[in-house]
T-cell receptor, first 117, second 111 residues
């Protein structure tokens, strides 16, 4: 397993368009997280899944944002009607191998950079 | 979530030991202290985690005083490749799903 992978790595879109990002976590990791990071800031928590259940959402996640993890494996993050303020790096992380101990360590992907024109 | 405070940036010469401090005055009894490293255009990478006293692994040491209101990440003999942003986080190790990263500390290693 090569770690958490995210696709696409870069996305440029026009304001008002919809975009979707995909995250493939480390296999057998139960937990999957989405973060957003803007220039000069640390990552900000958006939402997290335990298997297929979305257990928590940040207030940052407006109703234009939706995340799914339908089979408890990969996840998608969709942003509808994008705004220029949505321009950021969207990071996915996974943790907690099934049957293992939760050390609290998050394994991050390299992110998907969104630019909204 | 307990808030952390770190210096914004620091420079260090190659080969020196670098000590990065973090304040977390409101740390809760069950909170652990975790440090991540982030290079440009990459996701953060876990460095080390501890609860009290001292923890050491192959890349760093973490010093936590008895009151746990601060911690210090120590990087021995840094190289240019250690130039990165370092984040200190506090939270429970179990279900610490809302880790608050803050702005981190930009460390620049100078030749």
């Amino acid at each position: 397993d090569t770690g958490v992978s995210q696709d696409p790595r870069h996305k440029i879109t026009k304001r008002g368009q919809n975009v979707t990002f995909r995250c493939d976590p480390i296999s057998e990791h139960n937990r999957l997280y989405w973060y957003r990071q803007t220039l000069g800031q640390g990552p900000e928590f958006l939402t997290y899944f335990q298997n297929e259940a979305q257990l928590e959402k940040s207030r940052l996640l407006s109703d234009r944002f939706s995340a799914e993890r339908p089979k408890g494996s990969f996840s998608t993050l969709e942003i509808q009607r994008t705004e220029q303020g949505d321009s950021a790096m969207y990071l996915c992380a996974s943790s907690f191998p099934a049957g293992g101990r939760d050390t609290g360590e998050l394994f991050f992907g390299e992110g998907s950079r969104l630019t909204v024109l | 979530l307990a808030k952390t405070t770190q210096p914004i940036s620091m420079d260090s010469y190659e080969g020196q030991e670098v000590n990065i401090t973090c304040s977390h005055n409101n740390i809760a009894t069950n909170d652990y202290i975790t440090w991540y490293q982030q290079f440009p255009s990459q996701g953060p990478r876990f460095i080390i985690q501890g609860y009290k006293t001292k923890v050491t692994n192959e890349v760093a040491s973490l010093f936590i005083p008895a009151d746990r209101k601060s911690s210090t990440l120590s990087l021995p003999r840094v190289s240019l490749s250690d130039t990165a942003v370092y984040y200190c986080l506090v939270g429970g190790p179990y279900g610490n799903n809302r880790l608050a990263f803050g702005k981190g500390n930009q460390v620049v290693v100078i030749p």
